[in-house]
């Protein structure tokens, strides 16, 4: 397996810190290898449902978010992938103290990226898987940051 260079890390890293939605989520980027990313970000009032679980949506963002940085980490510089196509599932309340997602590509075409988000909910130090992703990504020029 290839390994990512410093420059694409950094890349990878500068155009996370630049979502602003992972900002307002106080989201970090936990491990970054080729095709394959961890989020992780901690529970807080203003992103939960009205059970005080973690927002059903959160989790869907942050999933998206780790697939589609996995995905960026396999696309030739000055591409991106977009988000094409996703379904989520939900498994169980997201009921804890930090949310983690883990995305890995399946399969990394020219045109078409397959990827795969496993959300987990960690509480007093153990995790629970609480929702999964699969996704599809359309390989695209660069628009702007990536």
């Known amino acids: 397996m290839t390994s990512l260079s410093e420059e694409r890390v950094q ?18 980027l936990t491990h970054i290898a080729l095709g394959h990313v961890e989020i ?6 203003a992103i939960t449902q009205q059970h005080g679980f973690f927002h059903g949506g959160v989790m869907g963002a942050l999933a998206d978010v780790a697939c589609g940085y996995a995905a960026l980490s396999t696309v030739a510089p000055g591409h991106a992938g977009l988000t094409a196509e996703y379904k989520i599932n939900l498994l169980s309340p997201a009921d804890g103290d930090t949310l983690i997602a883990v995305g890995h590509v399946i399969k990394a075409g020219k045109t078409l990226i397959v990827a795969q988000a496993e959300v987990w909910i960690e509480k007093q130090g153990a995790r629970k898987q609480c929702a999964v992703m699969l996704m ?9 940051n990536l």
Do not use: N, W
């Open 11 to 28: 890349e990878i890293k500068d155009s996370f810190t630049s979502q602003g939605l992972m900002q307002t989520y106080e989201a970090t």
């Open 40 to 45: 992780a970000m901690p529970h807080r009032p």
């Open 136 to 144: 599809t990504l359309c390989v695209v020029k660069h628009l702007g």
